[in-house]
């Protein structure tokens, strides 16, 4: 059965970095788009970035453009996503997703997800 498991969330301080991890387990991780989803209490999930199945091609919302970077390792079955300069704005539960899908999009609609990771920012 093919599960996503997140790991690397906590807390941190405004300003401080956190590098999340998410493991693909399965025989198929390279057929798989990937994607970082985050959803904060009362609010709907939002997409955070995704990743092609080649890598190649990343895509960003734009509240995190420039401060957050995905990408993923085939060897290891692994998507990551390395977040600097965190605000509290960031503070949510942060959802590992994948996707047969060529182009992955921005809505939740994926084959697999994780069962998420806290991120929590505060002084």
């Known amino acids: 059965q093919e599960q996503l498991l997140e790991s690397g969330g906590g807390l941190v301080q405004p300003g401080g970095s956190l590098r999340l991890s998410c493991v693909y387990s399965?025989?198929?991780?390279?057929?798989?788009?990937m994607a970082w989803f985050r959803q904060a209490p009362g609010k709907e999930r939002e997409f955070v970035a995704s990743v092609s199945w080649s890598g190649g091609i990343t895509d960003y919302s734009d509240s995190v453009k420039g401060r957050f970077a995905i990408s993923r390792d085939g060897a290891k079955n692994t998507v990551f996503l390395q977040m600097n300069n965190l605000t509290p704005g960031d503070t949510a539960v942060y959802y590992c997703?994948?996707?047969?899908?060529?182009?992955?999009?921005?809505?939740?609609?994926?084959?697999?997800w994780g069962r998420g990771t806290q991120v929590t920012v505060s002084p």
């Open positions: 399965g025989y198929t991780f390279n057929n798989y788009a």
């Open positions: 997703a994948g996707t047969r899908a060529y182009a992955p999009p921005r809505s939740p609609h994926y084959d697999l």
